[in-house]
Protein backbone atom coordinates (compact mmCIF):
# COMPACT_ATOMS: atom_id res chain seq x y z
CA UNK A 1 0.00 0.00 0.00
CA UNK A 2 1.71 3.24 -1.56
CA UNK A 3 1.59 6.02 1.37
CA UNK A 4 1.67 9.92 0.17
CA UNK A 5 3.58 10.35 -2.76
CA UNK A 6 4.56 13.71 -4.04
CA UNK A 7 6.25 15.16 -7.40
CA UNK A 8 8.78 16.54 -7.95
CA UNK A 9 10.51 15.82 -5.34
CA UNK A 10 13.13 19.33 -6.14
CA UNK A 11 12.47 22.03 -8.04
CA UNK A 12 14.25 24.98 -9.41
CA UNK A 13 12.77 28.22 -10.41
CA UNK A 14 13.42 31.72 -10.94
CA UNK A 15 11.80 34.59 -9.13
CA UNK A 16 8.48 35.77 -11.05
CA UNK A 17 7.87 32.27 -12.16
CA UNK A 18 4.44 30.06 -11.89
CA UNK A 19 4.79 26.32 -10.17
CA UNK A 20 2.78 23.60 -9.89
CA UNK A 21 3.57 20.72 -7.75
CA UNK A 22 1.37 17.35 -7.08
CA UNK A 23 0.15 14.86 -4.91
CA UNK A 24 -1.34 11.58 -4.81
CA UNK A 25 -3.30 10.29 -1.33
CA UNK A 26 -2.67 7.23 0.74
CA UNK A 27 -5.28 4.62 -0.42
CA UNK A 28 -8.65 5.00 1.06
CA UNK A 29 -8.04 9.05 2.07
CA UNK A 30 -10.21 11.45 -0.03
CA UNK A 31 -8.91 14.92 2.20
CA UNK A 32 -5.63 16.66 1.39
CA UNK A 33 -3.88 19.13 2.89
CA UNK A 34 -0.86 21.66 1.56
CA UNK A 35 1.64 22.23 4.29
CA UNK A 36 4.99 24.77 3.92
CA UNK A 37 7.63 23.89 5.66
CA UNK A 38 10.34 26.51 5.95
CA UNK A 39 13.88 25.79 6.67
CA UNK A 40 14.09 25.84 10.25
CA UNK A 41 10.59 25.89 11.18
CA UNK A 42 7.28 23.51 11.42
CA UNK A 43 5.04 22.95 8.92
CA UNK A 44 2.36 25.68 7.87
CA UNK A 45 -0.85 24.78 6.99
CA UNK A 46 -1.96 26.48 3.38
CA UNK A 47 -5.11 24.61 2.53
CA UNK A 48 -7.24 21.51 2.30
CA UNK A 49 -9.38 19.98 -0.45
CA UNK A 50 -12.53 17.50 -0.10
CA UNK A 51 -14.23 16.92 -3.04
CA UNK A 52 -13.05 18.85 -4.98
CA UNK A 53 -12.94 22.12 -3.42
CA UNK A 54 -11.09 24.15 -0.93
CA UNK A 55 -12.54 23.69 2.57
CA UNK A 56 -10.49 25.79 4.89
CA UNK A 57 -7.29 27.92 3.98
CA UNK A 58 -4.65 29.00 6.40
CA UNK A 59 -2.65 32.44 6.30
CA UNK A 60 -1.58 32.51 2.40
CA UNK A 61 -1.73 34.73 -0.35
CA UNK A 62 -3.95 34.28 -3.45
CA UNK A 63 -1.09 33.58 -4.92
CA UNK A 64 -1.24 30.20 -3.69
CA UNK A 65 -4.09 28.00 -5.40
CA UNK A 66 -5.04 24.55 -5.06
CA UNK A 67 -6.96 21.80 -7.45
CA UNK A 68 -8.21 18.14 -6.44
CA UNK A 69 -9.37 15.81 -9.36
CA UNK A 70 -12.06 13.15 -8.79
CA UNK A 71 -9.43 10.78 -7.46
CA UNK A 72 -8.42 12.98 -4.85
CA UNK A 73 -4.75 13.75 -5.79
CA UNK A 74 -4.46 17.38 -5.63
CA UNK A 75 -2.03 20.19 -7.25
CA UNK A 76 -0.54 22.69 -5.61
CA UNK A 77 -0.06 26.04 -7.58
CA UNK A 78 1.89 29.23 -6.71
CA UNK A 79 1.88 31.74 -8.80
CA UNK A 80 4.77 34.97 -9.24
CA UNK A 81 7.30 33.28 -7.09
CA UNK A 82 9.06 35.26 -4.24
CA UNK A 83 12.25 34.20 -3.06
CA UNK A 84 10.43 33.38 0.87
CA UNK A 85 8.84 30.98 -1.41
CA UNK A 86 11.51 28.67 -0.94
CA UNK A 87 10.20 25.66 1.30
CA UNK A 88 9.93 22.21 1.47
CA UNK A 89 5.67 21.75 0.17
CA UNK A 90 4.35 18.81 2.01
CA UNK A 91 1.13 16.95 1.21
CA UNK A 92 -1.12 15.29 3.75
CA UNK A 93 -3.77 12.85 3.26
CA UNK A 94 -6.57 11.89 5.62
CA UNK A 95 -9.69 10.01 5.54
CA UNK A 96 -12.79 12.02 5.79
CA UNK A 97 -14.63 12.33 8.99
CA UNK A 98 -11.24 10.63 10.73
CA UNK A 99 -9.47 11.84 13.86
CA UNK A 100 -6.58 14.56 12.93
CA UNK A 101 -4.04 11.47 14.25
CA UNK A 102 -4.80 10.07 10.62
CA UNK A 103 -3.56 12.34 8.54
CA UNK A 104 -0.09 11.12 6.95
CA UNK A 105 2.26 13.43 5.18
CA UNK A 106 4.10 12.75 1.86
CA UNK A 107 7.73 13.45 1.95
CA UNK A 108 7.68 16.63 0.39
CA UNK A 109 8.58 18.70 -2.46
CA UNK A 110 11.82 21.01 -2.07
CA UNK A 111 11.22 24.00 -3.75
CA UNK A 112 14.21 26.72 -4.62
CA UNK A 113 13.72 30.49 -5.80
CA UNK A 114 16.45 32.09 -7.06
CA UNK B 1 -3.57 32.99 15.35
CA UNK B 2 -2.74 30.35 17.58
CA UNK B 3 0.63 29.87 18.00
CA UNK B 4 2.85 27.21 19.78
CA UNK B 5 5.77 27.01 21.42
CA UNK B 6 8.39 24.06 22.12
CA UNK B 7 11.65 24.04 24.20
CA UNK B 8 14.18 23.24 23.85
CA UNK B 9 14.83 24.38 20.92
CA UNK B 10 17.48 21.77 20.45
CA UNK B 11 19.41 19.60 22.58
CA UNK B 12 22.34 17.25 22.33
CA UNK B 13 22.54 14.26 24.64
CA UNK B 14 24.41 10.68 25.34
CA UNK B 15 23.35 7.15 23.64
CA UNK B 16 21.45 6.01 26.77
CA UNK B 17 19.97 9.18 28.43
CA UNK B 18 16.56 10.31 28.76
CA UNK B 19 14.80 13.28 27.35
CA UNK B 20 12.58 15.82 27.79
CA UNK B 21 10.95 18.29 25.73
CA UNK B 22 7.46 20.56 25.82
CA UNK B 23 5.25 22.63 24.14
CA UNK B 24 2.83 25.18 25.20
CA UNK B 25 0.42 27.19 23.71
CA UNK B 26 -1.55 30.48 23.83
CA UNK B 27 -4.75 28.42 23.84
CA UNK B 28 -6.71 25.34 24.68
CA UNK B 29 -6.28 22.20 22.03
CA UNK B 30 -8.63 19.19 22.67
CA UNK B 31 -5.82 17.02 21.21
CA UNK B 32 -2.39 17.15 21.22
CA UNK B 33 -0.32 15.40 18.29
CA UNK B 34 3.91 14.67 18.28
CA UNK B 35 5.41 14.18 15.37
CA UNK B 36 9.21 13.08 14.48
CA UNK B 37 10.76 14.50 11.00
CA UNK B 38 13.91 12.77 9.53
CA UNK B 39 16.13 14.56 7.24
CA UNK B 40 14.17 14.52 3.62
CA UNK B 41 10.83 13.24 4.78
CA UNK B 42 7.66 14.45 6.17
CA UNK B 43 6.53 14.18 9.95
CA UNK B 44 5.43 11.14 11.58
CA UNK B 45 2.96 10.72 13.82
CA UNK B 46 4.23 9.30 17.30
CA UNK B 47 1.43 9.58 19.85
CA UNK B 48 -1.75 11.40 19.88
CA UNK B 49 -3.23 12.24 22.71
CA UNK B 50 -7.14 13.44 23.54
CA UNK B 51 -7.83 13.90 27.50
CA UNK B 52 -6.43 16.29 29.49
CA UNK B 53 -4.24 14.65 32.02
CA UNK B 54 -3.86 11.97 29.58
CA UNK B 55 -0.67 10.01 29.61
CA UNK B 56 0.22 7.90 26.86
CA UNK B 57 3.03 5.41 25.67
CA UNK B 58 4.84 4.27 22.43
CA UNK B 59 8.01 2.15 23.25
CA UNK B 60 10.54 4.76 24.83
CA UNK B 61 8.02 7.63 23.87
CA UNK B 62 5.48 8.65 26.44
CA UNK B 63 3.72 11.82 26.27
CA UNK B 64 1.40 13.82 28.59
CA UNK B 65 -1.59 15.84 27.89
CA UNK B 66 -1.24 18.76 30.25
CA UNK B 67 -4.33 19.20 32.82
CA UNK B 68 -4.60 23.11 31.82
CA UNK B 69 -5.34 22.13 28.19
CA UNK B 70 -2.24 24.52 26.93
CA UNK B 71 1.26 22.27 26.98
CA UNK B 72 1.90 18.84 26.80
CA UNK B 73 5.05 16.70 27.17
CA UNK B 74 7.60 14.26 25.50
CA UNK B 75 9.56 11.62 26.99
CA UNK B 76 11.81 9.19 25.14
CA UNK B 77 13.80 6.87 27.69
CA UNK B 78 17.23 5.31 27.09
CA UNK B 79 17.75 7.33 24.07
CA UNK B 80 19.29 5.58 20.78
CA UNK B 81 21.12 7.01 17.89
CA UNK B 82 17.87 6.71 15.64
CA UNK B 83 15.89 9.07 17.93
CA UNK B 84 18.00 11.56 16.24
CA UNK B 85 15.56 14.07 14.55
CA UNK B 86 13.18 17.05 14.73
CA UNK B 87 10.27 16.40 17.24
CA UNK B 88 6.97 18.58 16.19
CA UNK B 89 4.45 19.21 18.47
CA UNK B 90 0.70 19.89 16.71
CA UNK B 91 -2.71 20.21 17.23
CA UNK B 92 -5.75 21.04 15.49
CA UNK B 93 -8.36 23.42 15.76
CA UNK B 94 -11.65 24.09 13.72
CA UNK B 95 -12.78 20.88 14.10
CA UNK B 96 -9.67 19.10 12.95
CA UNK B 97 -9.45 20.78 9.80
CA UNK B 98 -6.49 22.84 10.45
CA UNK B 99 -3.37 22.09 12.32
CA UNK B 100 -1.05 24.41 14.11
CA UNK B 101 2.59 23.23 14.54
CA UNK B 102 5.02 23.98 17.14
CA UNK B 103 8.71 25.32 15.79
CA UNK B 104 10.11 21.82 16.63
CA UNK B 105 12.85 20.61 19.06
CA UNK B 106 16.14 19.50 17.34
CA UNK B 107 17.75 16.30 18.83
CA UNK B 108 21.02 15.12 18.35
CA UNK B 109 22.18 11.65 19.63
CA UNK B 110 26.41 11.23 21.04
CA UNK B 111 27.35 7.67 20.56
Known amino acids: DAGVTQSPTHLIKTRGQQVTLRCSPK?????VSWYQQALGQGPQFIFQ???????QRGNFPDRFSGHQFPNYSSELNVNALLLGDSALYLC?????????????FGPGTRLLVL | GQQLNQSPQSMFIQEGEDVSMNCTSS?????WLWYKQDPGEGPVLLIA?????ELTSNGRLTAQFGITRKDSFLNISASIPSDVGIYFC???????????FGPGTRLSVLP
Open chain 1, 92 to 104: ASAGAGKGPETQY
Open chain 1, 27 to 31: SGHDT
Open chain 1, 49 to 55: YYEEEER
Open chain 2, 27 to 31: SIFNT
Open chain 2, 49 to 53: LYKAG
Open chain 2, 90 to 100: AGPYNYGQNFV
